[in-house]
């Protein structure tokens, strides 16, 4: 199947679902060491539930050996867990291990024993983490909790494991929770484990993979979160997570005792409010972070720079797109050396320092037709050959295995099983001229079976506002299709991804210029003819529910009823509520450029905040807050449906207790789907529901 020829895409499409579904090289199972079949696995019957689009990957933790003959990953049957290692280049399958059953009573309870991480320690060995419910006692009594197993392992899989846990010799009942820290591929004999000893401490201990013993290396308090150690094992990162929930990344250089504050950051989806992102540990003493500009003379996009450990200096940019904000990076897992940077247009690109592998890269985009991400998982120690995970909007994940040298690409297997390309919904980029003439876009996906004139849409701008959509899978978006409506994800002023200036058109435009872009789109999708421009909803969440809840507000001739999830209502409560974080704080200075200050800006405030126009609301609206949001005040959605109804108007408020800003488990999505697929059936008239309830414990999402 080589790639240049084309001859594999041939076979590819010939393959049909080959490539969309768990129907490849690993999909059938047999016994270890046979050979898998290829066939793919019929579709089922009927749209996909809420319980598939949830549902967790056949396929995960998969990596290439250091020598690239052969690979493991983590391949889900039912209840257990199985470790598999697939020998190159003939795709020959053998278990190497495997979790057991539970009890019926803790399988009952949603409990299972769960692979949790997987490495290779060298050709020969493995380091993985088992994750198995065991009764804490707290209280005088017995809480089942999931606590990890570390295990080396033989990669054949013939000798019996090697426990790396610390002992109990006391007798006393304790739970050990743990985590693999760092492999350290400098040194074939060790690892490091971090064990939280109690709440208010961690310790890190470098652990003898022959016997288990171990050497103390670090001791934190309570509020150190994580560690980064370089290859030698060196600690020369900790993260203290602060009272307003941002993080402080601390460094040292290897033989250094002091720690030393480099910047404050936070979570992925809050990375609008930092200046400063953590990108990964590169060669010893090195450490590679994003750096937004904040002015002009720093250009315009986010970039890629170093940082020397030792002297603490932020480096010169090593990486950078005129066009595009960094979203990750691809270093050599050999020595950390970074081979480039990555971005997303549509789907994710990377740009490579190294022309060899700018022009694999090309090439791979080229097959995939620039309709799949790419991204490159796993690479052998000589970087002959990658692992790649393969994903677009209809293919939440593929794994390839690509030979850099020949150009040969040859699929593994599907990630997602429940998951066939022909039951999901297709997306197509959207481009669209606002009202001032600039050219913009977004993203339209429309039901498997296709759009017709009689289709009913949703438009679902982001959250953010500093985020984005993709040409990809999105848990939403699929959903909403896969019950019939089109879906429509604008990229507005604002949105983040494309640079400084097009983010800070947003800054003081909520329910202004960011407002009009999303009706500019939804009016010119509608004038395409190809949805029923009588049946049109919005639904949103957190930035989104805002603009849901004002679109509801200022066009109710144009939307029939509007969602919010987590959205805001009141634009200035929210921004003296950020004041409380600290008047010099990094969040409430972002905010008052991103939504205004309540003084200097009090009116527009007011003049754009829907709970303030609830008296002459039109358009029937349902409010879902999660009561442990600290993004958003669940006092935004409480105080909206209290106006709502002393107005007399149509709403439904549902608030789910222990969510945080937005679903995060499979019960709170199912939940939020299920009431926004109720409540769109209602208002829009298409049909009864299918919602699910989802029993078992909590797994992340896609």
């Given at each position: 199947m080589d790639l240049v020829s084309g001859s594999f895409k041939g076979a590819f499409l010939a393959m049909g679902g080959l490539l969309l579904t768990a129907g490849s090289a690993l999909a059938a199972s047999g016994?270890?060491?046979?050979?898998?079949?290829?066939?793919?696995?019929?579709?089922?019957?009927?749209?996909?539930?809420?319980?598939?689009?949830?549902?967790?990957?056949?396929?995960?933790?998969?990596?290439?050996?250091?020598?690239?003959?052969?690979?493991?990953?983590?391949?889900?049957?039912?209840?257990?867990?199985?470790?598999?290692?697939?020998?190159?280049?003939?795709?020959?399958?053998?278990?190497?291990?495997?979790?057991?059953?539970?009890?019926?009573?803790?399988?009952?309870?949603?409990?299972?024993?769960?692979?949790?991480?997987?490495?290779?320690?060298?050709?020969?060995?493995?380091?993985?983490?088992?994750?198995?419910?065991?009764?804490?006692?707290?209280?005088?009594?017995?809480?089942?909790?999931?606590?990890?197993?570390?295990?080396?392992?033989?990669?054949?899989?013939?000798?019996?494991?090697?426990?790396?846990?610390?002992?109990?010799?006391?007798?006393?009942?304790?739970?050990?929770?743990?985590?693999?820290?760092?492999?350290?591929?400098?040194?074939?004999?060790?690892?490091?484990?971090?064990?939280?000893?109690?709440?208010?401490?961690?310790?890190?201990?470098?652990?003898?993979?022959?016997?288990?013993?171990?050497?103390?290396?670090?001791?934190?308090?309570?509020?150190?979160?994580?560690?980064?150690?370089?290859?030698?094992?060196?600690?020369?990162?900790?993260?203290?997570?602060?009272?307003?929930?941002?993080?402080?990344?601390?460094?040292?250089?290897?033989?250094?005792?002091?720690?030393?504050?480099?910047?404050?950051?936070?979570?992925?989806?809050?990375?609008?409010?930092?200046?400063?992102?953590?990108?990964?540990?590169?060669?010893?003493?090195?450490?590679?972070?994003?750096?937004?500009?904040?002015?002009?003379?720093?250009?315009d996009t986010e970039t890629v720079h170093t940082y020397d450990l030792r002297t603490h200096q932020l480096g010169p940019v090593v990486w950078s797109n005129p066009t595009f904000d960094v979203d990750s990076i691809v270093q050599f897992e050999e020595t950390g050396e970074l081979l480039g940077g990555c971005y997303w247009v549509d789907t994710l690109q990377c740009d490579f320092k190294d022309a060899r592998l700018t022009s694999n890269f090309k090439a791979l985009n080229k097959f995939f037709e620039g309709k799949r991400s790419i991204e490159i998982v796993s690479q052998a120690r000589d970087n002959s050959q990658w692992l790649l995970l393969v994903s677009g909007p209809e293919e939440p994940g593929t794994y390839f295995v690509y030979d850099v040298t020949a150009h040969r690409l040859t699929p593994l297997s599907g990630v997602w099983s429940k998951l066939p390309s022909e039951k999901l919904g297709k997306m197509r980029r959207f481009e669209f001229t606002a009202r001032d003439g600039r050219n913009l876009f977004g993203y339209v996906t429309e039901p498997p079976d296709g759009a017709t004139s009689a289709a009913p849409l949703v438009v679902m701008p982001h959250g953010g506002p500093e985020a984005r959509d993709y040409y990809a899978f999105d848990l939403w978006s699929q959903f909403l299709a896969t019950r019939g409506y089109v879906v429509l994800q604008p990229i507005f002023r604002g949105s983040g991804g494309f640079g400084r200036k097009f983010a800070e058109m947003g800054y003081g435009q909520w329910g202004g210029v960011m407002h009009d872009d999303v009706m500019d789109a939804t009016r010119a999708l509608v004038a395409e003819g190809h949805v029923d421009r009588g049946r049109v909803a919005i639904v949103g969440g957190s930035y989104g529910g805002y603009e849901a809840l004002y679109s509801a507000a200022r066009e109710p001739e144009t939307f029939r009823c509007a969602v919010s999830i987590d959205g805001l209502s009141d634009?200035?409560?929210?921004?003296?509520?950020?004041?409380?974080?600290?008047?010099?704080?990094?969040?409430?200075?972002?905010?008052?450029?991103?939504?205004?200050?309540?003084?200097?800006?009090?009116?527009?405030?007011?003049?754009?905040?829907?709970?303030?126009?609830?008296?002459?609301?039109?358009?029937?609206?349902?409010?879902?807050?999660?009561?442990?949001?600290?993004?958003?005040?669940?006092?935004?959605?409480?105080?909206?449906?209290?106006?709502?109804?002393?107005?007399?108007?149509?709403?439904?408020?549902i608030e789910i207790k222990g969510m945080g800003h937005g679903p995060s488990t499979d019960e709170e999505n199912t939940k939020v789907l299920g009431e926004i697929e109720s409540f769109l059936a209602s208002c829009m008239g298409t049909g009864s529901t299918t919602a699910q309830v989802m029993p078992g414990p909590s797994k992340p999402g896609h």
């Open positions: 016994p270890p060491g046979a050979s898998a079949a290829t066939a793919s696995p019929a579709a089922p019957a009927g749209p996909v539930s809420i319980a598939d689009l949830l549902s967790p990957a056949t396929l995960s933790m998969a990596s290439l050996s250091p020598s690239g003959r052969s690979i493991i990953a983590v391949r889900r049957a039912g209840d257990l867990d199985q470790v598999i290692r697939v020998d190159l280049p003939d795709f020959i399958v053998t278990a190497v291990f495997q979790t057991r059953a539970l009890t019926k009573k803790l399988s009952d309870a949603g409990f299972r024993q769960s692979v949790s991480y997987l490495a290779w320690k060298s050709d020969n060995a493995l380091v993985l983490s088992v994750n198995s419910p065991v009764n804490f006692v707290a209280y005088g009594q017995a809480i089942p909790i999931e606590e990890p197993i570390h295990l080396i392992l033989a990669a054949d899989g013939k000798s019996p494991p090697l426990y790396l846990n610390e002992v109990d010799r006391g007798g006393a009942a304790r739970v050990d929770l743990s985590w693999i820290q760092s492999i350290l591929k400098d040194d074939p004999g060790h690892v490091i484990i971090g064990v939280r000893k109690s709440v208010f401490e961690v310790k890190l201990f470098r652990v003898d993979v022959s016997n288990g013993s171990r050497v103390l290396l670090e001791t934190g308090g309570e509020n150190v979160v994580g560690y980064g150690a370089d290859r030698r094992g060196n600690i020369v990162t900790r993260e203290l997570e602060n009272s307003d929930g941002s993080l402080t990344l601390q460094s040292r250089g290897a033989g250094q005792t002091a720690w030393v504050k480099m910047f404050d950051f936070r979570k992925r989806e809050e990375r609008e409010l930092e200046r400063y992102g953590l990108l990964g540990l590169g060669e010893p003493g090195v450490l590679y972070v994003s750096v937004k500009p904040e002015t002009p003379a720093d250009g634009l200035e409560s929210d921004v003296k509520w950020e004041r409380s974080f600290g008047k010099e704080s990094t969040r409430y200075t972002y905010w008052l450029k991103s939504l205004g200050d309540p003084v200097v800006d009090r009116d527009r405030l007011n003049a754009r905040s829907p709970i303030l126009m609830a008296s002459d609301w039109k358009t029937p609206t349902l409010l879902i807050h999660g009561d442990e949001d600290g993004i958003v005040q669940v006092e935004q959605s409480r105080r909206m449906q209290r106006a709502l109804q002393e107005a007399g108007k149509s709403v439904k408020y």
